[in-house]
């Protein structure tokens, strides 16, 4: 695996974002850093809701780097 993947990988895995609020246009980590969603939101979604959406999100998008990388052996 290329070793610029490699850092990317660990670097992805080892961060944490904490959702602290979470609006039908947008979130906020508690970095302080807000975030557009890239369409507005139909329902309410709690904080929770929204902090297991983005972790299964992180967790695919490095399965997925994983995965091209794997292919490109």
């Given at each position: 695996m290329n070793n610029k993947i490699k850092k990317l990988i660990k670097k992805m895995e080892s961060q944490e974002?904490?959702?602290i609020r979470v609006t039908r246009a947008e979130f906020e980590l508690?970095?302080?850093d807000i975030?557009?969603?890239a369409f507005?939101?139909?329902?309410d979604i709690t904080v929770e809701?929204?902090?297991k959406l983005l972790?299964?999100?992180k967790d695919m998008i490095i399965d997925q780097i994983k995965?091209?990388?794997d292919t490109d052996e």
């Open positions: 974002y904490k959702v508690s970095n302080g975030y557009p969603h507005e939101l139909d329902d809701e929204f902090q972790d299964s999100s995965k091209i990388e």
